[in-house]
């Protein structure tokens, strides 16, 4: 999979949950608002009129207006009820509250006894309701702390799939960079499944490393007996000896075999023009007053050209 892809197949996965979080949220909020209310609609307005018709039962004598107000109080709760249980107690506070409030004291206790007995009842519902919310609230909260859970759980996977298929390869390329300026020529990028873009690029990178190794250090003849696919080179030693002996030179050189085959270049002859770096592969081919190179001869084997215009 290509890394735009995956990271934004993962950012969507984050966003998607973040969303059903705050979804999640809204509707819990939304499902406790109406218990809330119905706890101060339906209970709450049975008990104050409870209340109320308590108080003016204790109210003795009672006049008209007060009369008035326990019919009022009783009409509220008559036609606010809730639970079953309340029409027993509704019943009996109509059968008795005439004579009760006419200060008969049996009906007056049948009266109270309801009225307690009605304020019990939604005093239960309200603390039933409580409890209902107080799930509901704690459900909620589980949920939102799952929701959580997996999202630190897939932010994680995220950093990881982002430091595992961009962080390291971009550090690898980093390092094979520093190594190539610092003068190690061996290091190559080596990643550990890829993703196809950082694949692409280290085939390619390490391509040209290895096109920069071939030439600075070249090729030498193949012994015989040699199969004729085999390019033999200098040894490790030998190259890493000649290349530090080359670079510390004043002037840009490079070292050729006896067939004028370039072995080594010095870092400053990488640096001059092409033409100049291509003379080396054929000065034997270019007549000597053109030649931009002077040839010395080392040994057998091994000649040292140096360019002419640099000489000291």
């Known amino acids: ?67 008035e107000r326990f019919d009022e109080a009783f009409t509220r709760a008559s036609t606010n009820i809730t639970e079953s249980e309340e029409r027993p ?27 307690s007995e009605l304020a019990r009842i939604n005093h239960a519902s309200m603390a039933r309701m409580d409890e209902r919310a107080k799930r509901m609230g704690i459900s909620g909260a589980w949920a939102a702390m799952i929701l959580g859970v997996i999202s630190v759980l897939l932010g994680l996977v995220f950093a990881r799939r982002l430091l595992h298929r961009v962080v390291e390869p971009s550090e690898d390329f980093q390092a094979t960079a520093r190594a190539f300026a610092s003068g190690d020529l061996l290091r190559r990028v080596h990643l550990d499944e890829p993703p196809p873009e950082f694949k692409d690029a280290a085939r390619c990178m390490n391509t040209l490393l290895d096109e920069h190794q071939r030439l600075r250090h070249g090729e030498v003849p193949r012994p015989e007996g040699a ?86």
């Open 227 to 312: 199969s004729a696919g085999t390019k033999m080179t200098l040894a490790e030693g030998e190259r890493r000896l000649a290349i530090a002996l080359l670079d510390d030179y004043a002037k840009p050189s490079a070292l050729l075999d006896a067939s004028g085959r370039v072995l080594a270049t010095s870092r400053s002859a990488l640096d001059l023009p092409a033409e100049a770096r291509a003379q080396l592969k054929e000065l034997d081919a270019i007549e000597e007053q053109e030649r931009l190179w002077r040839r010395r001869q080392l040994t057998d084997a091994l000649w040292l050209a140096t360019l002419k215009g640099a000489e000291a």
């Open 89 to 115: 107690a509704i019943n009996t506070i109509e059968r008795y509250h005439q004579a009760a409030l006419s200060g008969d004291v049996q009906a007056r206790a049948e009266t109270t006894a309801a009225l």
């Open 1 to 67: 999979m290509r890394v735009r892809t995956e990271i934004t197949a993962l950012l969507i996965a984050l966003l998607s949950l973040q969303i059903m979080t705050s979804l999640g949220a809204i509707g819990l909020l939304s499902r406790m608002a109406p218990a809330i209310e119905q706890i101060i609609e339906e209970n709450s307005y049975s008990i104050i009129a409870v209340e109320e018709m308590l108080v003016i039962l204790g109210n003795t004598p009672v006049n008209d207006e007060d009369l």
